[in-house]
């Protein structure tokens, strides 16, 4: 069966830093395009990031430009998303996602449809 398991959320105050990790299970990352999204109540879902398959080239939404940072592990078959200089803003479900043929060459592309996502991890911000 194949899997994605986010954990790392929490609350936090802000300006403070999370890592979130995002476990795969039965499929390798390495051969697939992933990606980070998050969802607030009320509000659409947004892409964060995406790492391309075929380069690594990894993109980031301008909310989160230069205090995200996105990464995935081969080995570990895990991808990460470090967060740091958080606002209440960044609160909400943040989920990754997978799929093997999604192709990126711009930010615009990480809102692609995946094959596989999770089921989310909790951010809150606030004091």
Do not use: H
């Not at 890592?19 to 009320?42: H, I, K, M, N, T």
């Not at 380069?55 to 991808?79: E, L, Q």
């Not at 200089?85 to 809102?111: H, I, K, M, R, V």
């Amino acid at each position: 069966q194949r899997q994605l398991v986010e954990s790392g959320g929490g609350l936090v105050q802000p300006g403070g830093s999370l890592r979130l990790s995002c476990a795969a299970s039965g499929f390798s990352l390495e051969d697939y395009a992933v990606g980070w999204f998050r969802q607030a109540p009320g509000k659409e879902r947004e892409a964060i990031s995406c790492i391309s398959k075929e380069d690594g080239s990894i993109y980031y939404a301008d909310s989160v430009k230069a205090r995200f940072t996105a990464s995935k592990d081969n080995a570990k078959n895990t991808m990460y998303l470090q967060m740091s200089s958080l606002e209440p803003e960044d609160t909400g479900l943040y989920y990754c996602a997978a799929d093997p043929s999604n192709y990126f060459l711009s930010y615009a592309d990480c809102s692609f449809s995946y094959d596989y996502r999770g089921r989310g991890t909790q951010v809150t911000v606030s004091s």
